[in-house]
């Protein structure tokens, strides 16, 4: 049996950033049950949006600590991975609604404007907001490449010597006070500690936890610009999350002649047998409707579309813990459709809890109180 000091399953990006920072750590091995960089899970696509902008003050730090290991990972392998392009919180003005991540961005020293509708409108053309609209505009926001910036964590992993092996599912986990050992059909491995960043799949792989967890299948949508372009490009166009209307998008990026639009909320709830590829057709209308409204210069012709897994905690925290049983497995999950931005440095707290002893809190100076397994009320 090959022996290593941590075995990571799951080749997303939070496995993938685990393995990244456990690999220069010790002997370390990724199993991944798909293809390498496959599209059944949460992880792939060709953006993600980067913000720093939360209403609580430990996702502000998060983002900040994510924001600068994105950077180290740029730094090690040459890949631009942080497109920036600016961030826009679309909410009611009056309702207060933006107040919390205002206050939260301000309290960490995180530069931020607060714009009316009218303001909006003249510096950002494609946005045709009313006067009803107030917004945040963070500078910093950025377009994380997805699949490309996991595809650059599984590199940069390999190149300090962690060994990754693809389409070799875990079947079995057998935790021990001394260790660990997984079994896969090539065979059984054993390890000092175990990380299970599987996304959809980690109720799944510990049953016994009886976890929470709730997948939906989203979807996003590639629609067409209008003849004039130019208000749709990065630089003149930010990144947005629209309360009003419900959804969330990207100026050009990915294609030459679409933005990228989706709706945050609404999707449905499946079993993973279930998942598909396919667009759903009514869900797809409202969200190009809600487009067209706020972005009246968008031809809005659907050209393209992609769904992907969110795994939702009930209140939409990550785990981020010990097996409450067995202390040398580590979970690292629950995405909740926004983990990405992330990635990096959930990656590195789950290299902290599989590397050192004692309490999970004190393995990591990073603030993961809110991710407690405790907190789910599991046996
Ligand atoms: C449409 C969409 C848009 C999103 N937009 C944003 C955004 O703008 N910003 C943001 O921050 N986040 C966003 N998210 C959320 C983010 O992408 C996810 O939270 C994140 O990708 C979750 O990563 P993960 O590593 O936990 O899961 P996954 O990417 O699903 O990885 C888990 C991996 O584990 C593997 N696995 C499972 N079981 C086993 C097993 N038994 N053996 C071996 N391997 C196994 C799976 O095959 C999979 O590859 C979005 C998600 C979606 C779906």
Redesign the pocket.
Known sequence: MQRFDTIV???????AAAAWRLAGRGRTLL????AFL?E????H?GS???RHAYEDREHVRLAVAADALWGELEAATGERLLHRCGGLDLGTAGHGELDGIEAALRAEGRPVERLDGAAVRARFPAFGVGDDVEALYQPDAAIVP?TRAVATLLRAAAAEGAVLRDR???RAIDAAADGVEVTTPAGRYGAERLVV?????LAG?LPELALPLRVEQ?Q?LYLRVGADARAFAPGRMPLFIDRHGGIYGFPLFERPDAVKV?AHEGAPTIRLEDRSDRIDPERAAATVAAARRLLPGLDGELVGGQT????KTPDERFVLDRHPEHPRVVLA?G?????????PVLGEIAAELATHDGPAERATDHPIGGFAVARLGTP
Do not use: D, N
């Open positions: 399953i799951g080749a997303g990006v939070i496995g199993l991944e049950q798909h496959h059944a899970g949460s992880s696509g993600r949006i980067f997805a070799e599912p875990v960043a599987a996304g959809p799949w792989v989203q996003v989706s992907c897994l969110y795994t999950g995405g909740s459709g926004h983990a990405f931005k992330f990635g």
